[in-house]
C-alpha cells in the first residue's frame, strides 16, 4: 500500500512559477517510477512527466518540455513537479502516481499506475 499526498498548488499568473510536491509514505518509495499527471476542465487526464528510481531518468510531455522540470529526493519519499513559464492551459488538477511493478521505464498510460495521490489544482491566470 501506497499513500500519496500532494501539495504546493495554487494561483499564479501567466510566466510565473510553481512547484508541487508529493509525499509517499506506506511502501519502499526509493524503487517505484513516479510520475506526475494532470486533468485541466472538462478533459482527460494526460501524462505530465515522469522520472525512474534514481532520479537519473526523467520524460516530460511536449506540452511542457523545457518549462516543467520533475525529481526526487528519495530519502525524503518525495518527488517534484517545478513548473516555469506557465500559461493558462496548464491549469489542471495535478496528480502524482506510482508504479510499483516498475523502476525504469516510465509509461505515459495512466493505467499503468498503482497509486495516485488526491491531486492538487494549479490555476493560472492571464
Known amino acids: 500500500q501506497v499513500q500519496l499526498v500532494e501539495s504546493g498548488g495554487g494561483l499564479v499568473q501567466a510566466g510565473g512559477s510553481l512547484s508541487v510536491s508529493c509525499a509517499a509514505s506506506g511502501r519502499t518509495f526509493s524503487t517505484n517510477v513516479m510520475a506526475w499527471f494532470r486533468q485541466p476542465p472538462g478533459k482527460e487526464r494526460e501524462f505530465v512527466a515522469g522520472?525512474?528510481?534514481?532520479?537519473?531518468?526523467?520524460y516530460s510531455a511536449d506540452s511542457v518540455k523545457g518549462r516543467f522540470t520533475i525529481s526526487r529526493d528519495n530519502a525524503k519519499n518525495t518527488v517534484y513537479l517545478q513548473m516555469n513559464s506557465l500559461k493558462p492551459e496548464d491549469t489542471a488538477v495535478y496528480y502524482c502516481?506510482?508504479?510499483?511493478?516498475?523502476?525504469?521505464?516510465?509509461?505515459?498510460?495512466?493505467?499503468?499506475?498503482?497509486?495516485w495521490g488526491q491531486g492538487t489544482q494549479v490555476t493560472v491566470s492571464l
Open positions: 502516481a506510482a508504479d510499483i511493478h516498475n523502476n525504469v521505464v516510465v509509461n505515459l498510460d495512466s493505467d499503468a499506475y498503482d497509486y
Open positions: 522520472i525512474n528510481w534514481s532520479g537519473g531518468r526523467t
